[in-house]
């Protein structure tokens, strides 16, 4: 995989810092990302559920609802393995910050696009943040865990920015995708650098 800026899109790398807290916190970050593929499932069955007419949505992302919650109980067993429990979900800073940025006028479609970019991106930072966790933590086994996650969620970032091409026009996409991925920059670099949290 290269680097981020080439596949994934992003205007500003997380901080090297954040994966050596992340590895001094990895019960916080296991829970934490637990509930970020949960949250994945969650949206991904919102979407079919407010857009089911929308045939190719449907089928594209039907599949990614089961590929999200297998990872969500990959996730699971391995708090299990290490003596851990779920716990309680946390507020994501990120996620609230990102709906602030999504238009929230338009037609339809263009409601159904800023939902499909927001979701792109989240799997972008993802990704990322996966890539420094497979590269850069002890824990052998976590790190193969890490490394197939990567691979998965650069796919499915891929999978809502075509989605979003159906719908709306390759030129609104690509132009509304880079505002939120310069919107997204802002946010990173607004955020307490925090190694108990996925995003």
């Given amino acids: ?4 800026k080439t596949v994934l899109g992003l205007k500003l790398p997380t901080d090297p810092r954040w994966v050596n807290i ?3 916190q990895i019960e916080d970050i296991l829970v934490d990302h637990a ?3 949960q949250k994945a499932a969650s949206s991904c069955i919102s979407l079919i559920i407010q857009y089911p007419e929308k045939s190719e949505l449907v089928d594209v992302l039907t599949p990614v ?3 999200e919650w297998a990872h ?3 996730v699971i067993e391995q708090l299990k393995k290490r003596g851990y429990a779920l716990g309680y979900a946390r507020k994501d800073e990120y996620v ?3 709906n602030k940025v999504l238009n929230k006028g338009g037609s339809r479609d263009q409601q159904l696009v800023e939902k499909l970019l927001m979701n792109a991106l989240i799997e972008a930072r993802s990704c990322e943040r996966f890539k420094l966790l497979w590269k850069n933590i002890a824990d052998e086994e976590l790190q193969t865990f890490y490394y197939e996650l990567m691979v998965s969620e650069a ?3 891929v999978n809502f920015i075509e989605l979003a091409k159906v719908y709306m026009t390759e030129e609104y996409v690509k132009a509304r995708w880079e505002e939120i991925l310069v919107a997204e920059a802002d946010i990173i670099r607004s955020l307490e650098l925090r190694g108990d949290r996925m995003h």
């Fill in 155 to 157: 796919g499915h970032y």
């Fill in 96 to 98: 609230t910050a990102l």
């Fill in 22 to 24: 992340a590895e001094m």
């Fill in 72 to 74: 969500f109980e990959r």
């Fill in 1 to 4: 995989m290269e680097d981020h």
């Fill in 65 to 67: 609802v089961a590929e």
């Fill in 35 to 37: 509930y970020c593929e």
